[in-house]
């Protein structure tokens, strides 16, 4: 990073259960390396299935169900998304046994990891936990080892996990975002102001940079 390009602030708000919110970040964590650019990346709450009970669903029944695709189409895209994570550096092992959960807990856990400043480290132990290891993130146990695994205390996360204070600022913040039109992720805010969809390819986000680090620098100028 240079002086004339000053530290991006990314707000991405997704799922940490969204394949694409995954294969958006490392597309756009290389789009910032070819960059030479340097972000400052929060990541927001957005449930994408927020009535999801404890046990979860099997990924493709709730696939079919939700999305209106045959069996062979959810087959497919399954395949397509393992693809395109590989080259970018992440594995994601879809089995016929994965399910989708709720992540509000997750959500939560986030919400105080940025207070702690590993927010980031967090997400990505949570995207791994799930999609490499099959986690269940909305089990309490194996969500407060996740949070062990990045230094976070367990005991602390375990009053995070009981604390409704918490429950109704992350509300909040995911209503702020649902309010602001976001109803897909992932959504990329660059600099509180630059408004981008989805998981755009290393080369489309590289082109994307350049035309928002040119338009802040003309705005200073």
Not at 9 to 15: F, G, N, P, Q
Not at 101 to 129: I, P, R
Not at 173 to 195: C, D, E, Y
Request: hydrophobic share 40%.
């Amino acid at each position: 990073m240079t002086n004339s390009q000053p530290q991006l602030r990314i707000d991405i708000v997704s799922d940490v259960v969204c394949p694409w919110c995954i294969i958006g970040f490392k597309q756009l964590e290389q789009a910032l390396a070819d960059s030479g650019l340097e972000a400052d990346i929060h990541w927001q709450p957005f449930q994408l299935n927020p009535q999801m009970g404890p046990q979860g669903q099997e990924l493709r029944e709730h696939v079919i169900e939700k999305y209106g695709v045959s069996v062979e189409e959810s087959v497919s895209t399954r395949e397509r998304i393992v693809d395109i994570a590989k080259p970018l550096g992440f594995d994601i092992n879809f089995t016929d046994d994965s399910r989708i959960y709720n992540t509000f807990n997750a959500h939560k856990l986030l919400h105080w990891a940025e207070q702690k400043g590993v927010q980031h480290q967090l997400k990505l132990a949570l995207f791994s936990a799930y999609f490499t290891d099959g986690v269940n993130v909305s089990d309490t146990e194996k969500l407060l080892d996740v949070v062990e695994s990045v230094g976070l205390d367990k005991d602390e996360a375990m009053q995070i996990l009981q604390s409704e204070p918490v429950s109704d600022e992350v509300n909040k913040i995911a209503q702020f975002w649902t309010s602001q039109g976001i109803s897909g992720v992932p959504a990329m805010i660059f600099n509180q102001k630059h408004l981008v969809t989805g998981a755009q390819g290393t080369e489309n986000y590289t082109s994307i940079l350049k035309q928002i680090t040119s338009l802040e620098q003309a705005e200073q100028e």
